[in-house]
């Protein structure tokens, strides 16, 4: 009996040794569409081209070419394109990796206070601290893509150097705790995240949540800014989009890892999500 293909990886992924991670993020078919969601790691958004518009704590912004948005560790977050020619670059990584062994002032005063979330840096960057920064972010991504001797060296100075440039603009401040509806919203993007790949319904996240389905699906949509279903919906997508480049799994292991209940299904979903099917977006992406 044939082996199943395995989830090889192809893009290059963060390892204890290289813990920053940079996606280009271009769809072919000039559609982003990244659901409301949060990490525990960093995230800076580099827009190259085109407008995006992001979502991040529950304020908008949209964001055009020669922006800069940092997204705070546990900070909800989501963006959707603007217009079809949008490209941004996000710089992903965890803020421990910029710490070192031994204590320190910089450590101790300015990186562990983002890192325990009680300091926070804005979400959007004036443009006159975007404009000398991005220099630094395109000397970063050039090390990443080069992986030269001393590469790495390169892109944690150019990092501690960016951490240094807002401070010294006053765009860290200390924050407040987390209301209880940002608690509860974090808890739901987390569950949904990690069980995507399961059947999920109105009354199975309401049963798990203390809500009635009705109540759940209120306040979703309240909290949420679109319906659970086509949350759900755009996760999965978003989860095959990856797999789909990230990997060289077919399309059934694809479909049942993103949570699709056949492939036939996801191949329809997908189509209509983004004009195109997965054997094409994988493709053209590639290409």
């Given at each position: 009996m044939?082996m199943?293909q395995?989830?090889?990886?192809k893009r290059?992924q963060?390892?204890?040794?290289?813990?920053?991670?940079?996606?280009?993020?271009?769809?072919?078919?000039?559609?982003?569409?990244?659901p409301?969601?949060?990490?525990?790691?960093?995230?800076?958004l580099?827009?190259?081209?085109?407008q995006l518009?992001?979502?991040?704590?529950?304020?908008?912004?949209?964001g055009?070419?020669?922006?800069?948005f940092?997204?705070?560790p546990?900070?909800?977050?989501?963006?959707?394109s603007?217009?079809?020619?949008c490209?941004?670059?996000?710089?992903?990584?965890?803020l421990?990796?910029?710490?070192f062994d031994?204590?320190?002032?910089?450590?101790?005063?300015?990186l562990?206070?983002?890192?325990?979330?009680?300091?926070?840096?804005?979400?959007?960057?004036?443009?006159?601290?975007?404009?000398c920064?991005?220099?630094?972010f395109?000397?970063?991504?050039s090390?990443?893509?080069s992986?030269?001797?001393?590469?790495?060296?390169?892109?944690?100075?150019n990092?501690?150097y960016f951490?240094y440039?807002v401070?010294?603009?006053?765009?860290?401040?200390?924050r407040?705790e987390?209301?209880g509806?940002?608690?509860?919203?974090?808890?739901?993007?987390?569950?949904?995240?990690e069980?995507?790949?399961?059947?999920?319904?109105l009354e199975?996240?309401?049963s798990?949540?203390?809500?009635?389905p009705?109540?759940f699906?209120l306040?979703?949509?309240?909290?949420?800014?679109?319906?659970f279903?086509?949350?759900?919906?755009?996760t999965?997508?978003?989860?095959?989009?990856?797999l789909?480049?990230?990997?060289?799994?077919?399309?059934?292991?694809i479909?049942q890892?993103?949570?699709?209940?056949s492939?036939?299904?996801?191949?329809?979903?997908?189509r209509?999500?983004?004009?195109?099917?997965?054997?094409k977006?994988?493709k053209?992406f590639?290409?």
């Open positions: 044939a199943r395995d989830l090889q990886e290059k963060g390892t204890p040794m290289h813990p920053l991670k940079i996606y280009r993020m271009q769809d072919v078919c000039g559609k982003i569409d990244v409301y969601h949060w990490q525990e790691t960093v995230e800076i580099w827009i190259q081209q085109g518009s992001l979502m991040i704590q529950d304020v908008p912004y949209t055009a070419a020669g922006n800069l940092y997204v705070n546990c900070e909800l977050h989501g963006m959707q603007l217009t079809q020619d490209i941004y670059l996000a710089f992903v990584f965890p421990s990796w910029l710490q031994q204590a320190d002032e910089a450590g101790e005063k300015y562990k206070p983002l890192e325990k979330r009680s300091a926070s840096i804005a979400a959007c960057l004036p443009e006159r601290t975007a404009a920064l991005i220099p630094v395109r000397e970063i991504y090390l990443y893509e992986g030269g001797e001393g590469a790495w060296l390169g892109i944690k100075a990092l501690l951490y440039f401070y010294k603009s006053g765009l860290v401040s200390f407040q987390a209301s509806q940002m608690d509860m919203r974090l808890k739901i993007s987390r569950y949904i995240q069980h995507s790949s399961e059947p999920l319904s199975k996240l309401g798990q949540f203390h809500m009635s009705k109540y699906s306040y979703f949509q309240k909290y949420f800014s679109r319906s279903s086509d949350y759900l919906m755009a999965r997508v978003e989860k095959a989009k990856k789909l480049i990230e990997t060289d799994a077919d399309m059934e292991l479909a890892q993103a949570g699709f209940s492939s036939s299904y996801f191949i329809r979903v997908f209509e999500a983004l004009g195109m099917t997965p054997g977006y994988r053209e590639l290409v």
